[in-house]
């Protein structure tokens, strides 16, 4: 059973979903985990070693949640990208753009 969606058309990549605040969430406590870990690390001490392991667990899954939301965003911008440069070599070759 999946937790969160996997599949995304450009339409519903762009608007804000519970996975957008779910990788929202866990990216900020990821980063701060890291932070505190790695100064109780420097310390060493063994919760920071812990604290630090546990944060980039929790960013590792923040960043599975919303990457297929992103590679749909991404997908459709490399498509437009590919007609706009075609249209523009087309403009530089003096060709009509409609053909």
Same mark, same amino acid.
């Given at each position: 059973?999946?937790?969160?969606?996997?599949?995304?058309?450009?339409?519903?990549?762009?608007l804000?979903?519970?996975?957008?605040?779910?990788?929202?969430?866990?990216?900020? !406590?990821?980063? =701060?985990?890291? /932070? %505190?870990?790695? *100064?109780?690390?420097? &310390?060493?001490?063994?919760?920071?070693? !812990?604290?630090? =392991?546990?944060? /980039? %667990?929790?960013? *590792?899954?923040?960043? &599975?949640?919303?990457?297929?939301?992103?590679?749909?965003?991404?997908?459709?911008?490399?498509?437009?990208?590919a007609?706009? &440069?075609?249209?523009?070599?087309?403009i530089?070759?003096?060709?009509?753009?409609?053909?």
């Open positions: 059973m999946k937790f969160w969606k996997t599949e995304w058309t450009n339409e519903e990549a762009q804000w979903t519970k996975e957008d605040g779910i990788a929202a969430v866990l990216s900020a !406590i990821s980063f =701060g985990g890291i /932070i %505190v870990g790695t *100064v109780y690390t420097f &310390l060493l001490m063994p919760i920071g070693f !812990i604290t630090l =392991g546990l944060s /980039i %667990v929790i960013g *590792v899954v923040g960043v &599975l949640i919303i990457m297929p939301k992103m590679q749909s965003i991404s997908r459709e911008y490399e498509k437009k990208q007609e706009y &440069l075609k249209d523009l070599e087309k530089t070759r003096w060709e009509d753009r409609d053909g």
